[in-house]
């Protein structure tokens, strides 16, 4: 007896071997995933590498930062996207909110306060008051520049690079500052990181960053000049510094990037994903803007009165090209004599016997609007900004919607905001809180840790930036009430969430209540506040006011005798 079985089709006969194998074949070569099949058509050419974060940009690194920037220089939109990024991080600049850990310095949190007073005067003598900019290496601006400047680079490159330097006498080592800090800061364009003389990358270098065995950077090599400044600065443009992170455990080179995947070692624009939409997008609109453009101007065509059949007709054949010749000879004399001027229009001179045929193309087109709307609501969200945002169009938003785009984008961007202080802002503190501590400017108690044993601790602070602003300030400003009444905030909490320091706040309005006392005034403006909120209210309850009449002079009965809702409410009566 047969050990082989046969599979019967449909039909009632065997199904033959060939077709078995082509039905097993095709079952080992489907998935439980539709992501992973290959039989549909907007799948069957999809096969991407597998690459790794580092190996993902590669060489196509320095391209595609280049098209970045040509957007950011050529293009309105993503300037705007840049502006509103550094707008919303950065804005007028960062104040520092010293708060050094008392219990790990060995300190009570009443000598933590005061040293946290004295570091943040200090610390806006130097990056903020200081007419000289002596803070920036280059002497262009001060921390809020740098800040905004940094932020740029990270928005565009993917990162920010900075070499924190000092600057001094050669010999001496003497700060060259009048204010006498030696510690300062130089952005660094990312494009001048990279390999020394196009070598290829190697376990221990990577894009320019040198690593240790556990991958951590340990320096970097930095070309002289920019790449594209060559034709300048030919030699230093093919000349590398290795400039190491770390000298003595003091911050010397700062690079701020956010890892989107493991072992990346450079950043990594936000706009990446949408480069080609947006080139895409920009040249829509120029097409556009040029129909339209065409389809405005004014075109007028001169005929001529003569026929090409009825010259014929009229002479000899060979004698209808010197016709011809003669007339257009005899038009162009004419004009040129007495010429057809008309502003922004376009005269054309037809031969004889031709004629102008005009297409009518559908310009404006009546869905670019719509699609232009939502090819930048692609764009504003790869930017981490709402499409209001970017365009500036608040038109068709309401206050709850706008409202709840901002408190999911604020999530985003206050992320952003607190990755780039961590990263860039806080070593550049720590250094030149260093040299605080070197010159003895701070007086602290005897039993206070040292910086050098506890770096952490004396360099713990927060950042205070841009205000949010408010959408309705009087729910706001109650809703900010509420929550202090209720123990859910702190002035300090509400106060930042304004881009202010709720101390100097404080000492603001001290110095401004001895000011109104010593004048006889009264300081508190929540009296008139309520005055004027009782008056409000009683004019609502009231009749309308095309029915009443105020009777300022009334006698004594009368007013004795009208319902008062206060004694500020004047005596009304209705009219007859």
Not at 304 to 316: F, H, N, R
Request: proline fraction near 5%; charge should be negative.
């Amino acid at each position: 007896m047969s050990d082989v079985k046969v599979i019967y089709g449909p039909d009632a006969q065997p199904v033959a071997p060939s077709a078995i194998a082509a039905i097993r074949a095709r079952a080992m070569a489907s998935s439980a995933y539709q992501a992973a099949r290959s039989d549909h058509p907007s799948l069957v050419n999809w096969s991407p590498g597998t690459w790794s974060g580092q190996s993902a940009l590669g060489s196509d690194r320095q391209q595609v930062a280049a098209r970045i920037h040509d957007l950011a220089r050529n293009d309105g939109w993503a300037s705007a996207a840049v502006s509103r990024i550094v707008d919303e991080t950065i804005g007028s600049g960062w104040t520092l909110n010293a708060q050094i850990n008392a219990r790990t310095l060995g300190l009570t949190q009443d000598e933590a306060d005061e040293i946290n007073d004295q570091v943040e005067a200090l610390h806006e003598d130097y990056a903020h008051n200081d007419p000289g900019f002596w803070c920036d290496a280059e002497r262009q601006t001060n921390q809020a520049g740098i800040l905004g400047l940094g932020m740029r680079h990270h928005f565009l490159d993917g990162e920010a690079a900075a070499h924190i330097v000092w600057r001094g006498d050669e010999t001496t080592g003497t700060p060259l500052a009048p204010t006498g800090y030696g510690t300062c800061i130089q952005v660094v364009d990312p494009a001048r990181i990279s390999n020394p003389s196009g070598r290829f990358d190697t376990e221990t270098l990577q894009q320019g960053v040198e690593l240790d065995e556990w991958g951590a950077a340990i320096g970097y090599h930095v070309r002289r000049a920019h790449p594209g400044d060559r034709m300048m600065q030919l030699a230093n443009a093919f000349t590398w510094d290795y400039v190491p992170r770390d000298i003595d455990g003091r911050p010397n080179f700062i690079h701020a990037f956010a890892k989107k995947r493991a072992g990346e070692r450079r950043g990594v624009s936000q706009l990446i994903s949408v480069v080609r939409k947006h080139k895409q997008v920009s040249d829509i609109d120029d097409l556009e803007m040029q129909a339209i453009s065409i389809n405005s101007a004014l075109a007028a065509f001169v005929t001529s009165p003569y026929d090409l059949e009825e010259l014929a007709e009229a002479m000899d054949a060979g004698k209808v090209t010197d016709a011809m010749r003669q007339v257009s000879e005899g038009q162009d004399a004419y004009y040129k004599a007495l010429p057809l001027n008309f502003k922004h229009a376009q005269m054309n001179f037809l031969q004889p016997g031709e004629q102008v045929t005009l297409s009518s193309p559908e310009h404006p087109n009546a869905n670019f609007e719509a699609f232009f709307r939502q090819s930048l609501r692609n764009i504003a969200s790869a930017s981490g900004l709402t499409y209001e945002m970017l365009t500036m169009d608040w038109s068709n938003v309401n206050y709850s919607s706008a409202r709840a785009a901002l408190l999911v984008i604020y999530k985003s961007l206050n992320a952003l905001r607190d990755g780039f202080a961590a990263q860039f802002m806080a070593p550049w503190y720590g250094a030149w809180l260093e040299e605080v501590f070197d010159r003895r400017l701070v007086k602290l108690p005897p039993r206070a840790a040292s910086f050098e044993a506890n770096r952490a601790g004396w360099c713990a602070a927060e950042w205070i930036g841009t205000g949010r602003g408010w959408i309705d300030p009087l729910r706001e400003a109650q809703a900010s009430g509420m929550r202090l009444s209720t123990g859910q905030s702190s002035r300090k909490d509400e106060a930042a969430e304004q881009g202010r320091d709720w101390k100097k706040t404080a000492l603001q309005t001290a110095r401004e209540r001895k000011f109104y006392l010593g004048l006889g005034l009264d300081p508190n403006p929540s009296n008139l506040e309520t005055r004027t909120q009782s008056i409000a209210t009683t004019r609502d309850e009231t009749t309308p006011d095309d029915e009443i009449e105020t009777d300022v002079n009334g006698d004594d009965d009368k007013q004795a005798n009208a319902p008062r809702r206060g004694a500020h409410v004047p005596q009304i009566r209705r009219r007859r």
